[in-house]
């Protein structure tokens, strides 16, 4: 069965630093455009960075642009979230989703809301 499996939640304190993995089975990554969402409780789910094959298209939202980083481990059909300089408006769920790879990560990120393929959750609390 087909699947997107995240780990890598938790509580940290402002300023602090979580990498949120998300591992595919049953396909492939690399050939999928990819991203990673989030959403807040009360709120609408938020695109957080999308990732076109071969990273040919990207996408970041501003609110994280300059702190969080996304990138693929091709090898363990792996996608990351590396999160730094957490501040207390980050706290949601984060969600990875796939889809096909004629996507672009702008359209996957700002226009396509039914990805294929979707992580369980992970939720990440910023909080001192």
């Known amino acids: 069965q087909a699947q997107l499996v995240e780990s890598g939640g938790g509580l940290v304190q402002p300023g602090g630093s979580l990498r949120l993995s998300c591992t595919a089975s049953?396909?492939?990554?690399?050939?999928?455009?990819i991203g990673w969402f989030r959403q807040a409780p009360g709120k609408e789910r938020e695109a957080v960075s999308c990732?076109?094959?071969?990273?040919?298209?990207?996408y970041v939202a501003d609110s994280v642009k300059g702190r969080f980083t996304m990138y693929r481990d091709n090898v363990r059909n792996t996608v990351y979230l590396q999160m730094n300089g957490l501040q207390p408006e980050d706290t949601a769920v984060y969600y990875c989703a796939a889809d096909r790879g004629s996507l672009t990560a702008h359209t996957l990120c700002t226009s396509f809301p039914s990805p294929r393929y979707w992580g369980q959750g992970a939720q990440v609390t910023v909080s001192s």
């Open positions: 990732a076109s094959p071969s990273d040919l298209s990207s």
């Open positions: 049953g396909f492939t990554l690399d050939i999928n455009t």
